[in-house]
């Protein structure tokens, strides 16, 4: 019997409300949602990607203990900057499973010009998720469907919170609260400790992997 499993790349640079309320929402939606932290090869990033990945679980283990639940997963082992190769990893992983490739409105219009794109977007369906600010045009939505049929508009109401606003302009209430604390003791992405409601002492988030 197959099952669902939504898929969730970013660069997490840094994870904003908009990362935490797209998470809480697949998790509604699928019975697992796999997430990772990538780079992105068209841009500079704000930090490496092993703080990136260990912000991003932060928000991924806050997440699962409110839920109570663990099928939300930060599958850092499937990061690459070429989507081609996360998808052949969780299909490595989890070969049963049917896999829904999420993505922002804002790049819709980019996935048929990425790497041997006709390889694996015809073996997995996409997700659409709105981002304010980031409408769909039909003219793009009907070029990815002639490659991947199976394109649905998820139903999830999200914040607009840019990473790239952060990183111009860091604002506290963009942020997840359970990482500001860390980003402003680490002055991470232009955040301090004048940031913080009250100077919270506690240790900085570990990169992934140590």
């Excluded at 997440?63 to 690459?80: C, H, I, N, V």
């Excluded at 081609?84 to 804002?106: M, N, Q, W, Y």
Aim: contains cysteine; hydrophobic residues 40%.
């Amino acid at each position: 019997m197959t099952s669902e499993l939504a898929l969730f790349g970013t660069s997490a640079d840094p994870p904003t409300v908009g990362h935490r309320a797209v998470l809480a929402g697949l998790m509604q939606l699928f019975p697992r949602v796999c997430t990772w932290a990538s780079d992105n090869p068209f841009k500079q990033h704000g930090a490496p990607l092993e703080v990136r990945a260990a912000l991003l679980g932060a928000v991924v283990n806050s997440l699962t203990e409110q839920a109570g639940s663990d099928r939300l997963q930060l599958r850092q082992d499937f990061s690459s900057r070429r989507a081609i190769d996360s998808i052949e990893a969780a299909r490595r992983c989890f070969p049963d499973d049917d896999l829904v490739f999420v993505v922002g409105t804002d790049l819709v219009a980019q996935i048929p010009s990425w790497y041997a794109v006709e390889a694996w977007l015809p073996s997995c369906s996409i997700a659409v998720v709105q981002r304010q600010g980031w409408p769909m045009q039909a003219g793009d939505l009907q070029r990815l469907q002639a490659l991947c049929p199976q394109v649905a508009q998820l139903p999830l109401e999200i914040p607009a919170a840019a990473s790239s606003s952060v990183r111009h302009h860091p604002n506290p209430e963009l942020v997840p609260s359970e990482l500001l604390t860390d980003l402003a003791q680490r002055n991470l992405y232009g955040f301090s400790i004048d940031d913080l409601p009250c100077a919270d002492r506690t240790d900085p988030i570990q990169p992934a992997g140590r």
